[in-house]
């Protein structure tokens, strides 16, 4: 069973507005999120995080907020740019223990 | 929902010893990958493989490292003799077209004492 789900697999934002991308989980015991880039044919490079203790992270044009109650998170990129067009994967963890990745969301920003 | 499995999910290994770190991926997916966490730090990329050869490796993936597809449905990433720095978190990913869809392991803790 899927423990972060991240349900759009592709997502399309015009260039300037918001981009929301969605993720959900599972496990209770998650402490800390994390929301990965991708661009194709690259590995994964790590944007943001935030810990379960916190309802929002801001990191420039990057939020991340938590919804513990509702197992969900969410990162907001204002305003989209054409570069942010890349694979994006949710990620949770508990403590020291592995990482455990959703299957991503492509986000494809529109000129 | 198909899922890429990795075993085992930790491992202890003394240095110098050589390690295999096995990965299933999903059944129809063509290319595969493995990518290394340092605790703390950023994951990075190790290798990409299709077609039964590597089609792409990092600097970090040097003559220590070795995948194999030996049956059709493993992936195997060997460290011949590791070393401490060795150490870190290790995801199998695979992928049906190599450009967007990634689906990744949930992990193999290396441990090198």
């Known amino acids: 069973d899927q423990q972060v789900k991240q349900n759009s697999p592709s997502l399309s934002v015009q260039e300037g507005r918001i981009s929301i991308l969605n993720c959900d989980y599972t496990n209770s015991m998650f402490d800390y999120f994390l929301w990965y880039k991708k661009y194709p044919a690259e590995g994964p490079t790590f944007l943001i995080s935030?810990?379960?203790?916190?309802d929002k992270n801001e990191d420039g044009r990057f939020t991340v907020f938590l919804n513990k109650s509702a197992k969900h998170l969410s990162l907001h990129i204002v305003p989209s740019q054409p570069g942010d067009s890349a694979v994006y994967f949710c990620a949770a963890s508990q403590g020291d223990d592995k990482i455990i990745f959703g299957k991503g969301t492509r986000l494809h920003i529109l000129p | 929902e198909p899922e890429v499995t990795q075993t085992p999910s930790h491992q202890v290994t003394q240095m110098g010893q050589e390690v295999i770190l096995r990965c299933v991926p999903i059944?129809?997916?063509?290319?595969f990958y493995w990518y290394r966490q340092i605790l703390g730090q950023k994951v990075e990329f190790l290798v990409s493989f299709y077609n039964n050869e590597i089609s792409e490796k990092s600097e970090i993936f040097d003559d220590q490292f070795s995948v194999e597809r030996p049956d059709g449905s493993n992936f195997t990433l060997k460290i011949r003799s590791t070393k401490l720095e060795d150490s870190a978190m290790y995801f199998c990913?695979?992928?049906?077209?190599?450009?967007?869809?990634?689906?990744f392991g949930s992990g193999t803790r290396l441990t090198v004492v």
């Open positions: 935030i810990s379960s203790i916190k």
């Open positions: 990913a695979s992928s049906e077209d190599g450009i967007y869809g990634y689906t």
């Open positions: 059944s129809n997916h063509l290319y």
